[in-house]
Nanobody
Framework: QVQLVESGGGLVQPGGSLRLSCAAS????????MGWYRQVPGKARELVGR???????TYTDSMKGRFTISRDNAKNTVYLQMNSLKPEDTAVYYC???????????WGKGTLVTVSS
């Protein structure tokens, strides 16, 4: 089994930056792709982007430019760097892990990001 723990959320002012981390443990050898999602209460969870074990990234169009996903395979950790944050970026941010068959093997419990002055 794989366990994921997100960290790094908090309160940030509009225009600020924040870096989230997602640490994986357990059967990490089974992980190929890791993804970041976010969810606002009352709305569907939306994809921010994904990164493969090899480091290839894809992003939802609306997230491109301000959000960057990176990965440290040695630490079994992925990061989400968020810049120029806006109040509408306020959400709970989740990471997940997929195996080589693109089957989701784990979700984290999420970390809250609040963008407010």
């Amino acid at each position: 089994q794989v366990q994921l723990v997100e960290s790094g959320g908090g309160l940030v002012q509009p225009g600020g930056s924040l870096r989230l981390s997602c640490a994986a443990s357990g059967s990490t050898f089974s992980i190929n792709t890791m993804g970041w999602y976010r969810q606002v209460p009352g709305k569907a969870r939306e994809l921010v982007g994904r990164i493969t074990r090899g480091g290839s990234t894809t992003y939802t169009d609306s997230m491109k430019g301000r959000f960057t996903i990176s990965r440290d395979n040695a630490k079994n950790t992925v990061y989400l760097q968020m810049n120029s944050l806006k109040p509408e970026d306020t959400a709970v941010y989740y990471c997940n892990a997929l195996n080589s068959l693109n089957v989701i093997v784990a979700w984290g419990k999420g970390t809250l990001v609040t963008v407010s002055s």
